[in-house]
T-cell receptor, first 112, second 115 residues
Protein backbone atom coordinates (compact mmCIF):
# COMPACT_ATOMS: atom_id res chain seq x y z
CA UNK A 1 0.00 0.00 0.00
CA UNK A 2 0.89 3.64 -0.05
CA UNK A 3 3.53 4.72 2.43
CA UNK A 4 4.88 8.01 3.64
CA UNK A 5 8.45 8.39 4.80
CA UNK A 6 8.74 11.10 7.42
CA UNK A 7 12.05 12.45 8.66
CA UNK A 8 13.67 12.96 10.98
CA UNK A 9 12.14 10.48 13.42
CA UNK A 10 13.19 12.63 16.36
CA UNK A 11 14.70 16.03 17.00
CA UNK A 12 16.34 17.52 20.07
CA UNK A 13 16.70 21.27 19.84
CA UNK A 14 17.20 24.37 21.96
CA UNK A 15 14.34 26.75 22.61
CA UNK A 16 14.32 29.48 19.98
CA UNK A 17 15.73 27.32 17.20
CA UNK A 18 13.94 26.73 13.92
CA UNK A 19 12.70 23.23 13.04
CA UNK A 20 12.26 21.55 9.70
CA UNK A 21 10.73 18.16 8.93
CA UNK A 22 9.54 16.55 5.73
CA UNK A 23 7.54 13.74 4.21
CA UNK A 24 8.06 11.92 0.95
CA UNK A 25 5.94 9.41 -0.89
CA UNK A 26 6.29 7.08 -3.82
CA UNK A 27 2.73 7.98 -4.83
CA UNK A 28 1.04 11.22 -5.74
CA UNK A 29 -1.23 12.85 -3.19
CA UNK A 30 -3.80 15.56 -3.84
CA UNK A 31 -3.93 16.75 -0.23
CA UNK A 32 -1.20 17.00 2.38
CA UNK A 33 -2.01 17.49 6.05
CA UNK A 34 0.17 18.17 9.07
CA UNK A 35 -0.98 17.13 12.55
CA UNK A 36 0.46 17.55 16.03
CA UNK A 37 -0.14 15.05 18.81
CA UNK A 38 0.36 15.85 22.49
CA UNK A 39 0.84 13.00 25.00
CA UNK A 40 -2.42 11.19 25.72
CA UNK A 41 -4.33 13.14 23.09
CA UNK A 42 -5.48 12.63 19.53
CA UNK A 43 -3.81 14.37 16.57
CA UNK A 44 -4.82 17.98 16.00
CA UNK A 45 -4.76 19.48 12.52
CA UNK A 46 -2.14 22.22 12.06
CA UNK A 47 -2.09 22.94 8.34
CA UNK A 48 -3.90 21.57 5.27
CA UNK A 49 -2.44 21.89 1.75
CA UNK A 50 -4.61 21.34 -1.31
CA UNK A 51 -2.57 22.51 -4.31
CA UNK A 52 0.86 21.57 -5.66
CA UNK A 53 3.37 24.32 -4.86
CA UNK A 54 1.11 25.82 -2.20
CA UNK A 55 2.88 27.47 0.72
CA UNK A 56 0.71 28.02 3.80
CA UNK A 57 1.46 29.55 7.19
CA UNK A 58 -0.24 29.21 10.55
CA UNK A 59 1.51 31.49 13.02
CA UNK A 60 5.08 30.25 13.40
CA UNK A 61 4.34 27.20 11.27
CA UNK A 62 4.86 27.08 7.52
CA UNK A 63 4.16 24.11 5.28
CA UNK A 64 4.54 23.51 1.56
CA UNK A 65 2.97 21.09 -0.88
CA UNK A 66 5.75 19.87 -3.18
CA UNK A 67 5.34 20.55 -6.90
CA UNK A 68 5.77 16.85 -7.70
CA UNK A 69 2.86 16.14 -5.29
CA UNK A 70 5.06 13.48 -3.69
CA UNK A 71 6.44 15.49 -0.81
CA UNK A 72 5.73 18.15 1.77
CA UNK A 73 7.66 19.94 4.48
CA UNK A 74 6.80 21.67 7.75
CA UNK A 75 8.89 24.42 9.32
CA UNK A 76 8.51 25.80 12.83
CA UNK A 77 10.26 29.07 13.54
CA UNK A 78 11.54 30.25 16.92
CA UNK A 79 10.49 27.11 18.79
CA UNK A 80 8.90 27.40 22.24
CA UNK A 81 8.34 24.73 24.93
CA UNK A 82 4.71 24.11 23.93
CA UNK A 83 5.89 22.96 20.49
CA UNK A 84 6.99 19.69 22.10
CA UNK A 85 5.07 16.71 20.75
CA UNK A 86 4.85 14.36 17.82
CA UNK A 87 4.22 15.80 14.37
CA UNK A 88 2.60 13.68 11.68
CA UNK A 89 2.23 14.26 7.99
CA UNK A 90 -0.72 12.66 6.24
CA UNK A 91 -1.70 12.37 2.61
CA UNK A 92 -4.96 11.92 0.79
CA UNK A 93 -4.78 10.39 -2.67
CA UNK A 94 -8.21 11.75 -3.55
CA UNK A 95 -9.40 15.18 -2.48
CA UNK A 96 -11.59 14.62 0.56
CA UNK A 97 -11.12 10.86 0.52
CA UNK A 98 -11.66 9.16 3.82
CA UNK A 99 -8.43 7.19 3.54
CA UNK A 100 -5.56 9.09 5.12
CA UNK A 101 -2.03 7.68 4.90
CA UNK A 102 0.17 8.77 7.80
CA UNK A 103 3.89 9.18 8.18
CA UNK A 104 5.68 7.59 11.13
CA UNK A 105 5.89 10.88 13.01
CA UNK A 106 8.64 13.25 14.17
CA UNK A 107 9.10 13.50 17.93
CA UNK A 108 10.20 17.01 18.87
CA UNK A 109 11.97 17.64 22.18
CA UNK A 110 12.99 21.14 23.23
CA UNK A 111 15.64 21.98 25.79
CA UNK A 112 14.85 25.23 27.57
CA UNK B 1 -19.90 20.98 20.77
CA UNK B 2 -18.12 18.10 22.46
CA UNK B 3 -16.44 17.19 19.16
CA UNK B 4 -15.35 13.55 18.85
CA UNK B 5 -15.66 11.54 22.07
CA UNK B 6 -14.32 8.06 22.77
CA UNK B 7 -14.94 5.63 25.60
CA UNK B 8 -13.33 4.02 27.46
CA UNK B 9 -10.04 5.88 27.75
CA UNK B 10 -8.19 2.79 28.98
CA UNK B 11 -9.03 -0.92 28.76
CA UNK B 12 -7.28 -4.17 29.62
CA UNK B 13 -8.56 -7.40 28.09
CA UNK B 14 -7.56 -11.03 28.23
CA UNK B 15 -6.92 -12.92 25.01
CA UNK B 16 -10.20 -14.11 23.53
CA UNK B 17 -12.41 -11.56 25.24
CA UNK B 18 -14.67 -9.31 23.23
CA UNK B 19 -15.41 -5.64 23.65
CA UNK B 20 -16.72 -2.55 21.87
CA UNK B 21 -14.90 0.76 21.64
CA UNK B 22 -17.38 3.61 21.47
CA UNK B 23 -17.07 6.70 19.29
CA UNK B 24 -19.53 9.56 18.98
CA UNK B 25 -19.49 12.97 17.31
CA UNK B 26 -21.93 15.85 17.58
CA UNK B 27 -20.81 17.82 14.52
CA UNK B 28 -23.17 16.10 12.06
CA UNK B 29 -20.18 14.72 10.13
CA UNK B 30 -20.94 12.16 7.45
CA UNK B 31 -17.50 10.54 7.48
CA UNK B 32 -16.19 8.58 10.47
CA UNK B 33 -13.20 6.30 10.75
CA UNK B 34 -11.10 4.22 13.12
CA UNK B 35 -7.31 4.20 13.26
CA UNK B 36 -4.81 2.33 15.38
CA UNK B 37 -1.52 3.84 16.43
CA UNK B 38 1.49 1.68 17.16
CA UNK B 39 4.99 2.89 18.06
CA UNK B 40 6.99 3.99 15.04
CA UNK B 41 4.18 3.28 12.59
CA UNK B 42 2.01 6.36 12.58
CA UNK B 43 -1.73 5.81 12.33
CA UNK B 44 -3.26 3.06 10.22
CA UNK B 45 -6.85 3.01 9.00
CA UNK B 46 -8.97 0.08 10.27
CA UNK B 47 -12.49 0.80 8.99
CA UNK B 48 -14.39 3.83 7.80
CA UNK B 49 -17.92 4.95 7.05
CA UNK B 50 -19.19 7.50 4.55
CA UNK B 51 -22.61 7.70 6.15
CA UNK B 52 -25.21 5.87 8.21
CA UNK B 53 -25.55 2.28 7.01
CA UNK B 54 -22.36 2.35 4.91
CA UNK B 55 -19.00 1.00 6.05
CA UNK B 56 -15.82 -0.14 4.32
CA UNK B 57 -12.45 -1.65 5.17
CA UNK B 58 -9.25 0.27 5.60
CA UNK B 59 -5.65 -0.87 5.66
CA UNK B 60 -5.81 -3.22 8.68
CA UNK B 61 -9.41 -4.47 9.11
CA UNK B 62 -8.79 -8.06 10.27
CA UNK B 63 -10.10 -8.80 13.75
CA UNK B 64 -12.38 -5.78 13.85
CA UNK B 65 -16.04 -5.16 12.99
CA UNK B 66 -17.93 -1.89 12.65
CA UNK B 67 -21.47 -0.70 12.06
CA UNK B 68 -23.01 2.73 11.51
CA UNK B 69 -26.66 2.78 12.51
CA UNK B 70 -26.72 6.53 13.21
CA UNK B 71 -24.78 9.55 11.95
CA UNK B 72 -23.45 10.23 15.45
CA UNK B 73 -22.08 6.84 16.49
CA UNK B 74 -19.45 4.52 15.01
CA UNK B 75 -18.54 1.66 17.40
CA UNK B 76 -15.56 -0.62 16.82
CA UNK B 77 -15.92 -4.24 17.93
CA UNK B 78 -13.21 -6.71 18.79
CA UNK B 79 -14.82 -10.16 18.67
CA UNK B 80 -11.88 -12.16 20.08
CA UNK B 81 -9.06 -9.96 21.33
CA UNK B 82 -5.45 -10.89 20.57
CA UNK B 83 -2.19 -9.46 21.97
CA UNK B 84 -1.45 -8.06 18.49
CA UNK B 85 -4.40 -5.72 19.00
CA UNK B 86 -2.69 -3.94 21.86
CA UNK B 87 -2.59 -0.38 20.60
CA UNK B 88 -4.03 3.09 20.92
CA UNK B 89 -7.24 3.49 18.93
CA UNK B 90 -8.41 6.79 17.50
CA UNK B 91 -11.77 7.67 16.03
CA UNK B 92 -12.02 10.55 13.55
CA UNK B 93 -14.81 12.36 11.71
CA UNK B 94 -15.20 14.88 8.92
CA UNK B 95 -17.71 16.44 6.54
CA UNK B 96 -18.24 15.06 3.04
CA UNK B 97 -15.72 15.81 0.31
CA UNK B 98 -16.21 18.92 -1.77
CA UNK B 99 -17.49 21.00 1.14
CA UNK B 100 -14.11 22.58 1.85
CA UNK B 101 -14.50 21.37 5.43
CA UNK B 102 -13.48 17.78 4.95
CA UNK B 103 -10.38 17.62 7.11
CA UNK B 104 -10.57 14.99 9.82
CA UNK B 105 -10.92 15.67 13.54
CA UNK B 106 -9.69 13.08 16.00
CA UNK B 107 -10.98 11.89 19.37
CA UNK B 108 -8.72 11.58 22.44
CA UNK B 109 -8.05 7.86 21.92
CA UNK B 110 -8.59 4.55 23.71
CA UNK B 111 -5.50 2.78 25.03
CA UNK B 112 -6.11 -0.99 24.81
CA UNK B 113 -3.91 -3.70 26.30
CA UNK B 114 -4.56 -7.37 25.52
CA UNK B 115 -2.85 -9.82 27.85
Amino acid sequence: GQQLNQSPQSMFIQEGEDVSMNCTSSSIFNTWLWYKQDPGEGPVLLIALYKAGELTSNGRLTAQFGITRKDSFLNISASIPSDVGIYFCAGQALRGAQKLVFGQGTRLTINP
Amino acid sequence: NAGVTQTPKFQVLKTGQSMTLQCAQDMNHEYMSWYRQDPGMGLRLIHYSVGAGITDQGEVPNGYNVSRSTTEDFPLRLLSAAPSQTSVYFCASSYSPGTGLDTQYFGPGTRLTVL
